[in-house]
């Protein structure tokens, strides 16, 4: 009840602070509601929505150029611009539709909603980002990235699965410890250290098939931003980055859309339709692979189960001119079945509602209820060794986020969010009465996360803009009913639990609070180029699990308890931003620094599954990393793309391990380059290409051994951690897209998409390991694993209609 109180407390301050505000903040900005504009002032505002389809357009610019002055649209195509009273011509553009003038007499607050009609672009023009290249040295944003899903599907695939995680993998300053890892690794940062958003619905786990595939199907997609540092004060819970995930919002205005494809391993539809002309429009994806059904076609595999599928749905309606309601679901799952042998299946699942409400031309909110599940399962279904073992991580969130127009030169957001959090690590059963495995529990624990944020963007002058917050958070690790254990005994060894203690469920054990101020400032020295910096401090309260190099689907979250500090992470960057030749090109160059505190580590041998001491093989210590990023982008002509490469280091030093001195992070990478080329060759085809190469990740090799009973025991001596690298990684992937011949009396439209992974077949080594040679007991020899070692060529066929 208290938690549930003080969410309600916080959401409650916020919208108080924020409406109480609006009798000063008019006198400045103008007034608030439909009432008379304070002297001289007025709004205009609106939505910019596509012309056929009804569906927002999003970053699009709404400026007067006599004034020099103007706004982008946000996520839902909203804007709202304050001018002076009188006569104005305004221009609305952007990117692939035709720019559209409109003369107003602005006399008091006015709402216009231009729909805009797309230009017919060849796959030339197709940009990289889908924001006008300017936005790329005027925004006060940097350390950002944005990628639509007309550039990702264009780009060579593996196995003909367009991937989003994949296609980030290709930006600077992100990485992957190798080929079928789960996640991504930003500066320098674990892969639990990003925020993952779906539609506002947390995603922790992004891939099937054990990291070869995303969760996201591409078809659901309309675009993703990823933050690598000045991340927005309304974002927090994560120390590297934040990955915001947009799902189509789909057609209001027209007749059913259907596209989808077909793969060589799955297949994906995707139905959008008008429910009720421009107010309400649903999207329903479905992607499935069919391994399983192949193995049927094999006698003895008819048994076997190997296969992942996703589900997405996301409903729009507009209630009224000033209110919008949101649905969105996902559930994704992947399952393994070896007959009565083993069974291993694991997804995500969760959902969004949020309302959107415009309380005036310069007041907007946005209320959102959010759920969201991460579970797994493994085990044996019958026979005397039947059980079944089970994990999950569940949270509910609500929160309020609102936006305030000032005046021209200030823009104000705050809100509030409380979410509660459900962690059962592990439950192992038997399943049958003979079976030799006993029940075995580690006990359920649970957490409530609560935060609160101001922020202001600002215009100092015309060369000099700010964007500048504060976020407030508090985490309570509270009590599921069992005991809470201290651990004691010798650094860097196994600890034992003492002073065991006892709580009412739901109270509070250990309270947590973190002061995160965010800040960017942008320079502009000309009209093509600036300087930008910023500085944020994050906080992560849970944390994921796992002792390997890459994490897998059975890796636990665990929050932070009496036991488990949160992480903490500052960071600093600094860049310089300029277009050449006009917008055909942008180039960048940004440093960085990052320091971190409370990293978890493990000791020697940690066992952190099915332990009820898990918190017993844990340290704790500090992080570093730093280096540097540069970013060339061709975004104009029938050559397209871009090269990427990052120099850093990621370092650790944890307390008991490796003498306490610094050592290289598992997934440190000083050398990361990418070159991705988009040539159009006609109006039907074009072809494209990946190169990526990077220095190989840290792992840990034995630097002695002895002999036991005539077997050679490979040991590491002192101590050492990740002491050795493994050999650099490159690849070539090479694609083609092939468009059907057009047929004006026909709506179906097809494309074959011929791609080959990893061209000239190299076997890059995702671990080492040891193991005796066969033929001499005596001798231990070093076995590279690689998950692919040739050339994997693809097609599939795309279509909509």
Avoid: C
Wanted: net charge positive; glycine share 8%; no cysteine.
């Amino acid at each position: 009840m208290k938690t549930r109180i003080k969410s309600a407390l916080s959401l409650s301050l916020a919208t108080s602070l924020l409406l109480a505000a609006q009798p000063a903040l008019s006198q400045t900005g103008g007034a608030v509601g439909t009432g008379t504009p304070a002297a001289g002032n007025a709004t205009l505002s609106g939505y910019l929505l596509d012309a056929t389809t009804g569906t927002p357009l999003v970053g699009a610019s709404v400026f007067v150029r006599a004034l020099r002055t103007g706004v982008n649209t946000d996520e839902k195509g909203f804007y709202s611009l304050p001018l002076p009273l009188g006569q104005h011509v305004v221009t609305y553009q952007v990117l692939g539709y035709a720019s559209r003038n409109e003369q107003i007499n602005l006399t008091s607050n006015l709402t216009r909603s231009p729909r805009l009609a797309a230009q017919n672009l060849q796959t030339q023009e197709v940009l990289v980002t889908g924001s006008r290249a300017e936005d790329h040295v005027k925004k006060t944003e940097m350390s950002v990235n944005q990628l639509d899903m007309k550039t990702v599907k264009l780009m060579p695939a593996l196995l003909g699965e367009v991937d989003v995680v994949r296609s980030i993998q290709l930006l600077p300053g992100v990485a992957t410890v190798g080929e079928g890892a789960t996640g991504f690794n930003v500066r320098g940062g674990g892969i639990d250290q990003n925020l993952v958003l779906m539609d506002e619905m947390p995603v922790y786990n992004v891939s099937h098939l054990f990291g070869l595939f995303s969760a996201f199907n591409p078809d659901a997609v309309q675009d993703m931003k990823l933050y690598k540092g000045g991340i927005p004060a309304q974002y927090g819970g994560r120390l590297s980055s934040l990955l915001d995930v947009r799902l189509r919002d789909g057609h209001q205005a027209e007749q059913v859309k259907v596209n989808g494809g077909i793969g060589l391993i799955s297949s994906r539809l995707a139905v959008e339709a008008p429910l009720i002309k421009d107010r309400t429009s649903v999207v329903v994806a479905g992607r499935r692979s069919y391994g399983d059904l192949l193995l049927k076609l094999v006698p003895e595999q008819r048994d076997n189960q190997a296969y992942f599928y996703d589900l997405s749905l996301k409903v729009n309606h507009r209630i009224s001119a000033r209110d919008q309601l949101q649905l969105t679901g996902y559930r994704g799952r992947d399952a393994f079945n070896f007959a009565n042998v083993f069974k291993n299946n694991w997804g995500n699942m969760g959902g969004t509602a949020r309302w959107r409400h415009e309380f005036s031309p310069r007041l907007l909110g946005n209320f959102s209820g959010v759920v969201a599940q991460y579970d797994y399962e493994l085990g044996v279904p019958s026979g005397t060794q039947a059980f079944n073992w089970s994990s999950k991580i569940r949270n509910y969130t609500g929160k309020a986020d609102f936006t305030y127009l000032l005046n021209d030169r200030n823009t104000l957001s705050a809100g509030a969010s409380g979410t509660r959090y459900q962690f059962e690590p592990a439950t192992v059963k038997p399943l049958s009465a003979e079976s030799i495995f006993g029940g075995l529990k580690v006990d359920e624990q649970q957490a409530g996360e609560y935060a609160a944020y101001l922020e202001n963007e600002q215009t100092i002058s015309p060369r000099l803009q700010a964007q500048y917050g504060l976020r407030v958070s508090v985490f309570d690790f509270l009590s599921s009913g069992t005991p809470i254990l201290e651990y004691a005994g010798t650094l860097g060894q196994h600890l034992e639990p003492v002073n065991p203690r006892t709580y009412r469920n739901g109270e509070v054990v250990k309270r947590y609070a973190n002061l995160e101020p965010r800040a960017s400032v942008r320079y502009t020295l000309t009209e093509t180029s600036s300087l930008k910096a910023s500085y944020n401090r994050t906080a992560q309260y849970i944390h994921l699990v796992s002792n390997t190099t890459a994490a897998s689907p059975l890796d636990v979250w665990t929050p932070s308890t009496n036991n488990i500090r949160p992480e903490r992470a500052d960071q600093v960057a600094l860049g310089y931003f300029r277009n050449l030749g006009g917008e055909a090109y942008e180039a960048s160059v940004e440093v960085f620094g990052k320091t971190m505190d409370n990293q978890i580590d493990y000791v020697n041998g940690a066992n952190v599954l099915l332990n009820k001491n898990m918190e017993g093989e844990l340290l704790y210590g500090r992080g570093r990393a730093y280096g540097a990023e540069f970013f060339v982008k061709k975004n104009q002509g029938p050559l397209t793309g871009w090269v990427s490469y990052t120099l850093s280091r990621s370092e650790r030093q944890i307390n008991g391990i490796n003498a306490d001195r610094w050592y290289p992070n598992k997934y440190d990478k000083t050398h990361n380059l990418s070159v991705v080329g988009l040539y159009t060759l006609s109006p039907r085809l074009s072809v494209s290409s990946n190169f990526s190469y990077s220095t190989g990740v840290t792992t840990t090799f034995p630097n002695a051994r002895f002999v036991y009973e005539g077997l050679v025991v490979p040991v590491v001596s002192g101590d050492a951690r990740n002491n050795y690298r493994i050999p650099a990684y490159h690849r070539l992937d090479l694609g083609a897209t092939l468009k059907n011949r057009p047929n004006p009396n026909r709506r179906w439209q097809g494309e074959w998409v011929f791609s080959i992974y990893n061209v000239y077949a190299r076997r890059n080594a995702y671990g080492i390991y040891f193991r005796q040679n066969e033929d001499d007991a005596r001798k231990t020899e070093a076995v590279r694993l690689s998950v692919f070692g040739s050339a994997l060529p693809s097609v599939s066929y795309n279509f909509n209609f």
